[in-house]
């Protein structure tokens, strides 16, 4: 049975067009999946603390009470065999919500290691990921986009990297452009979601 992780980060919560899109989808395309939703937009995570920052170089301190929210989410994460997230852009990238997520999950020998090169290795096992991504630019590509590079490194900083991208823009234009990006959103995911699953 799938197992499938729904984390939204819009600050209009479940009511986000990316949320009620994922949960759609999931219903159509994976009924008998086990759904965990976590709404991050409505109700953020609070930043990283001194004490976090100093568990992580001090011996012992990753397992103690400043990573147990970080261990939970990791945990989480670690369960699910089908991830989406649903963002908006803000400001060409990540909201404070998801970025606060990624800090507690993105963690030192924990969620990814560094090698004898001093690169990172990701230290999950990858899983099917899916990041829908709403706008008010009704033109993807005339303005910068920082998310999705971010979003792609982060995510195989972990060892995640069969991920999909599905972009909602014009979400501020009126309902009919609203309901063709919905359209052609649901179309690539139905698809993909099949093919894959």
């Not at 009704?138 to 490194?153: Q, S």
């Not at 995640?160 to 501020?172: G, K, Q």
């Amino acid at each position: 049975m799938t197992r499938a992780l729904l984390l939204g980060f819009s600050p209009h919560g479940k009511a986000a067009q990316t949320f009620k899109l994922a949960r759609a989808l999931l219903r159509d395309l994976v009924p008998h999946a086990t759904v965990t939703e976590r709404d991050y937009g409505g109700q953020a995570l609070p930043p990283l603390t001194r004490e976090y920052a100093n568990a992580l170089t001090t011996a012992g301190g990753l397992s103690g009470k400043a990573t147990a929210l970080s261990e939970q989410l990791i945990v989480e994460l670690e369960a699910c065999d089908l991830l989406i997230l649903c963002t908006p852009v803000h400001n060409f990238t990540v909201p404070a919500a998801l970025k606060a997520w990624i800090d507690h999950v993105v963690r030192i020998q924990r969620s990814f290691t560094v090698n004898a090169q001093l690169a990172k290795v990701g230290l999950l096992e990858d899983r099917r990921t899916f990041v829908l991504v709403s706008s008010g630019n009704a033109r993807k590509g005339h303005e910068p986009d920082f998310l999705t590079p971010y979003m792609t490194a982060i995510l195989a900083t972990v060892g995640i990297e069969s991920v999909d991208f599905v972009y909602l823009p014009a979400m501020v234009r009126g309902e009919e452009a609203v309901n063709r990006a919905l359209e052609q959103a649901h179309r690539q995911l139905s698809l993909t979601i099949s093919s894959g699953l």
